[in-house]
């Protein structure tokens, strides 16, 4: 999905083929950290800091707002350190349309970078394309140190046959959930109502936010009691008050897959999700919902809940942090909930999304071909430096990071008064996209933004999840059998629940229907698909 | 014996004409027919490590699975109805655009509706349904008014199975109908003035002479052009159906090419895809040749 | 005097002429208007459903953003190099063919048209053409927007039509008695008097050059060949919000800044990207005013 490009490919040819005759005189420049430069000498010779460095292609599926990496004074550093010299091509978009070609073309990089850049299938499928770090790891005691102070970053980059092509991120600081709900406190005070704690009382509360002016602006009408960004699955989705049955989802349960007491399920099939399409259709059918819930893209979804100027125009909706979802103008009008009870008597879950927020696979992958593998390694090896981590996620110490000066580092707010913590980030550095370890040890006081989300995550925090029986592990290693049929499989079952659901919630008619709808769901490969996901959740728990 | 000296003849006596086609009978061998080895792709495992052509034969397994699937009387028959559609409706109206246009006799006024009329078809795809979305907004859009205004009611447009094929063909035609009358509007400057001055002699209406002068004229292109659009009658253009695509149209507008993607996407299935893809030729294919054996019977035009 | 040679009929004729006109030009116009006032106002106004007729919230800021890109101005370069050499290319590969195809006399034109048509619906896939590309030392460089499928077929059968229906058989052979031959035939008679054809393809292959974003895409790294299509898809993907939620990506970034332009810019990529293309079509446009074939015919 993305695509942009910094490389000088015309000019650097012709000094690829001249510096390829010094491809294992890269070296180390002694600046290195720790036990990182023991293993880098192993190849390197002198000229180091006489400028002969490797040069190395690389690939970097980047965010649209990250600036040029040359740009990022603490890649410089990583590259000199590491002794290369790397020309990036760097992609914003459409990299699955690029990726396709340029593998099965086998004109690869030596090296790319990303959030699952090249995945598990991609590695079954081209098999001998990449470089299998399993044996190399030596050369990258930094890596080494993460898989020994986090043994799990270790297990979800083995492949089943114990290679690893692809190496993951650790970043520890994000929250346990993506997702937080919110409803407008104003306009609760407004009409004085109280919080709502049941799905009959927030019926009844967004009930009133439709009838009355809730947002006093003289226009009973133009507020929207309820609003998600359309569909069923995934983040921020009304899926998350299945979490009022009990039912305990794992990474948003983009496709319904999660699990319960160690047996795994998936809720488009369940009677309480069931329940929960008569409760929307119930909410739709009063017009609380937003008619264009099912049609709006993300910006209109997003534009809408930022208002006009001091006027709200969303009840209750779910978002990442209040003030991306509403604006810093409207966000101090939001609170954010605890879950709903489905019933008075319900025992209410969450979304355990840590895994996948914290943790990313496949962030960084060698190429098979790559004639300087050492030199690689030692890029990859000061990559994973335990300082360097927070400057990939956060940006370079000075402009973005400052040193405390006692061993403790503070994110520093944006340059640019005008940006926000966020964006600020992103622009800044490769920030989530990239590959980099963060010791659980270091101590890094985090932004503004950061703050407000983990602020806004105490009312889901004081939910218990049972993360051992009721989450569905990230990361498991399918075959690439196995994964091409349940992909095939969900792309089918994923058809078949958006259409009922969107008929559902604005039709209604799920009584009538609902047999034959789960009978045909398991004939579409959900069945088939919860019996492989089932052995290998078995497989893993036996571990 | 004499085939063979006719051929050789040929050769020497049109060796001009040979030469100015041979750039293009290479260009096309080259760059069309090189890489069609690539088809074996639909009957053959993906097998990266043994090469493009090197995976294991699996004969017309793709195609069964594809026919096989539950999805596959949907997805042929929503593909067929949008195509279908667009053809009725969307072939005709270039026709009718330019035979109006031609008709301006003001050449300020022409100018100005030609260049209006071809504008359109510049918009990005994306753009264009993020337009459409915006405008048919039954809450906020300019055309979601006008349907209150006229007590159409509150039909959202964008999401429902009943309109979105008709969105989708006005749309198109909104956007190419003026880019595709260029040509018949290029083909009508060759008619010869003569004709409408006989005609204007013999006493013929504007109207008359439009039927007799102007629509005779455009024949030839018509029937080309037909048979060429015959040929696409299972090819719908996948980015905007795709953008157009939303939870509540899907039964209407899952397509095969839509539908390839997804596929193709999530599992990397070149060999699915390629058989899906193929199977979707064939049938274009087979359109193409009987449309142009009736047009070469009925009127004596054909491609090839 | 000409008003009274206007029967009632033909006044009639003119009226409904105009009021049609009238409707299709502002059914269409309507909605280009849009994007223009669309560009000049607040995005969040726009999704809205706040700016209909005119526009709100003015700024420029779309058009600075698009136009503070150094990139934008080399995708500009290089797309016009593009545009204007392949379209040159094509017209050379394609006329002469279509010329040839046109005559009757050519025995081979079945075969040779029917191997051109396959390739309208026959093709390897994207795999083994971008290896063909390789092998050729052609990905990554210009050559790969000008020499690939410089013959579109589709284009090729217009011209060919073209030639079969307007040149009349009677005028080869009397070029023939004044001892012309094929080469002569088609550049001194074929040519001259197929303007209106040539602007006709001439301008659909050039619009296809300047809208081309796949060969971009697929072959070409080196960000200083990329034409303007790519760069104005990043452009317009930097100022994108989250597509697929802030959450993945770590959250919290589709922030006010970035999201408040977005369409904004969007709106402004489409006006900067066409305008060139849109002011030459008025230029070619003279040609098919031109009667051209028929005096040296009929005459």
């Known amino acids: 999905m993305r695509k942009k490009v910094v490389s000088f490919i015309t000019v650097m040819l012709a000094a690829t083929t001249i510096m390829s005759a010094c491809s294992n005189s890269g070296g180390n420049n002694g600046g290195n950290t720790g036990s990182g430069s023991e293993a880098t000498n192993s190849s390197a010779t002198s000229g180091a800091d006489s400028g002969k460095k490797v040069k190395l292609t690389a690939i970097m599926t980047k965010h649209p707002l990250t600036k040029p990496l040359k740009d990022m004074e603490w890649l410089q550093q990583v590259e000199e350190k590491a002794g290369v010299e790397i020309e990036w091509q760097e992609i914003t978009a459409d990299w699955d349309q690029k990726k396709g070609t340029m593998l099965a073309s086998g004109d690869v990089p030596d090296l790319f970078i990303g959030p699952n850049v090249i995945t598990d299938a991609d590695m079954a499928q081209f098999q001998g394309l990449f470089q299998d770090l399993s044996g190399m790891l030596d050369q990258a005691p930094n890596v080494m140190a993460m898989f020994d102070a986090k043994p799990e970053t270790k297990k979800i980059a083995e492949q089943p046959d114990g290679k690893i092509y692809g190496l993951p991120k650790y970043q520890r600081y994000w929250p346990s959930t993506a997702t937080r709900q919110y409803i407008n406190q104003k306009w609760l005070d407004n009409l004085g109502l109280s919080m709502p704690t049941t799905w009959d009382e927030l019926y009844d509360v967004l009930v009133a936010f439709k009838e009355k002016d809730a947002n006093g602006n003289g226009d009973p009408n133009d507020e929207i009691p309820m609003d998600w960004p359309g569909g069923i699955g995934g983040y921020f989705n009304a899926a998350y008050l299945l979490s009022g049955t009990g039912m305990t989802l794992t990474d948003g349960s983009p496709q319904g897959y999660f699990v319960e007491d160690g047996v795994v399920k998936n809720y488009l099939v369940d009677e309480r999700y069931k329940s929960l399409v008569i409760f929307l259709n119930k909410l739709y059918k009063a017009g609380l919902i937003n008619p264009e819930v099912f049609t709006h893209d993300y910006t209109k979804f997003q534009s809408v809940a930022r208002g006009e100027g001091d006027t709200a125009k969303v009840g209750f909706t779910m978002g990442w942090v209040a003030s991306d979802r509403f604006g810093e103008q409207l966000a101090p009008q939001y609170t954010s909930m605890s879950p709903l009870k489905a019933t008075a008597d319900s025992h209410v879950s969450w979304s355990y999304d840590y895994n996948s927020l914290n943790y990313g696979v496949n962030q960084i992958v060698m190429s098979a071909k790559s004639k300087n593998k050492e030199a690689v390694m030692r890029f990859i090896n000061e990559l994973y430096a335990p300082d360097m981590g927070m400057q990939v996620l956060f940006g370079s110490l000075g402009p973005n990071i400052k040193d405390n000066g006692d061993g403790s580092y503070s994110v520093l707010p944006p340059a640019d008064a005008k940006m926000d913590p966020g964006t600020w980030k992103w622009t800044s550095t490769m920030a989530d996209n990239g590959a980099f370890y963060i010791p659980d040890t270091l101590q890094l006081t985090l932004g503004k933004d950061m703050q407000e989300v983990l602020e806004q995550s105490k009312p889901i925090d004081a939910v218990t999840i049972d993360v051992d029986n009721d989450v569905f592990p990230g990361f498991l290693k399918y075959s690439s059998a196995e994964n091409s049929t349940m992909g095939l499989n969900n792309t089918n079952v994923m058809n078949l629940a958006n259409t009922n659901f969107a008929k559902w919630v604005t039709k209604g008619g799920i009584e009538g229907e609902w047999d034959g709808y789960v009978k045909e769901s398991e004939k579409a490969g959900l069945k088939q698909n919860l019996e492989i996901m089932q052995k290998y959740y078995d497989d893993y728990k036996k571990q | ?304 | 005097m000409a008003l009274k040679g206007l029967g009632g009929k033909e006044l009639a004729f003119n009226i409904v002429l105009f009021a049609l006109c009238a409707v299709i030009f502002l059914i269409i116009l309507y909605p280009l208007y849009f994007i223009v006032i669309a560009s000049f106002s607040d995005s969040t106004l726009v999704s809205t459903g706040k700016v209909l007729f005119f526009p709100k919230g003015t700024s420029l800021f779309g058009y600075k953003e698009i136009f503070q890109d150094s990139r934008v101005w080399t995708g500009y370069r290089n797309t016009l190099f593009y545009t204007l050499f392949g379209t040159l290319v094509n017209m050379l590969f394609t006329m002469p063919a279509a010329y040839v195809l046109s005559r009757k006399e050519f025995k081979a034109r079945r075969p040779i048209m029917f191997l051109f048509v396959v390739t309208m619906f026959f093709n390897g896939g994207l795999i083994p053409t971008y290896l063909l590309m390789k092998d050729l030392h052609i990905t990554n460089t210009f050559w790969v927007f000008i020499l690939p499928f410089c013959v579109n077929i589709f284009y090729l059968i217009i011209a060919r039509t073209f030639f079969e229906t307007a040149l009349p058989a009677e005028l080869y052979e009397a070029a023939v008695m004044d001892g012309c031959s094929h080469f002569m035939y088609f550049a001194k008679v074929a040519l001259p008097l197929s303007k209106a054809l040539i602007s006709v393809i001439g301008l659909y292959y050039l619009v296809g050059h300047w809208n081309d974003f796949f060969t971009g895409l697929i072959y070409i790294r080196d960000n200083n060949l990329q034409p303007l299509q790519i760069v104005l898809r990043d452009i317009l993907l930097s100022n994108q919000v989250f597509q697929n939620g802030a959450g993945t990506g770590g959250g919290a970034a589709s922030g006010g800044y970035a999201q408040r332009y977005a369409d904004q810019i969007k709106y402004g990529v489409i006006i900067v990207s066409s305008l060139p293309i849109l002011m030459l079509y008025p230029f070619l446009q003279k040609y098919f005013e031109k009667g051209v074939m028929i005096g040296s015919v009929k005459g």
């Open chain 2, 1 to 304: 014996m004499r085939v063979r000296g006719g051929i050789l003849r040929t050769f020497v006596r049109d060796y001009q004409l040979w030469i100015m086609i041979a750039p293009a009978i290479a260009a096309v061998l080259i760059f069309n027919y090189i890489p069609m080895y690539g088809i074996q792709l639909s009957f053959r495992d993906f097998d990266f490590s043994k090469g493009l052509t090197g995976g294991a034969w699996r004969g017309l397994d793709y195609f069964r699975q594809f026919i096989d699937s539950y999805l596959f009387s949907d997805l042929m028959r929503n593909t067929f109805l949008i195509s279908l559609a667009t053809l009725i409706v969307g072939f005709p109206a270039p026709i009718i655009l330019a035979l109006i246009l031609n008709q301006i006799r003001r050449k300020r006024m022409k100018n100005l509706m030609q260049t209006t009329v071809y504008l359109p078809h510049f918009i990005s795809i994306i753009v264009l349904v993020g337009m459409m979305n915006v405008l048919m907004s039954p809450e906020t859009g300019v055309i979601g008014y006008m349907m209150k205004g006229l007590g159409l009611g509150h039909i959202n447009l964008i999401a429902s199975t009943n309109t979105f094929i008709p969105v989708y063909v006005l749309s198109d035609i909104w956007q190419h109908c003026g880019w595709n009358s260029i040509i018949y509007l290029a083909a009508l400057s060759t008619v010869d003035p003569q004709l409408y001055d006989s005609a204007k002699i013999d006493g013929a209406s504007r109207l008359q002479m439009v039927r007799y002068v102007d629509l005779p004229a455009l024949v030839p292109t018509i029937i080309i052009l037909f048979i060429l659009s015959m040929g696409n009658i299972l090819s719908t253009g996948f980015e905007k159906i795709f953008l157009m695509q939303n939870s509540l149209n899907l039964p209407v507008s899952e397509v095969i090419a839509t539908y390839v993607y997804k596929i193709g996407i999530i599992s990397n299935q070149f060999s699915y895809a390629s058989a899906i893809g193929l199977f979707n030729t064939v049938i274009n294919f087979v359109f193409l040749f009987a449309m142009n054996a009736a047009s070469k019977k009925m009127s004596n035009t054909s491609l090839y």
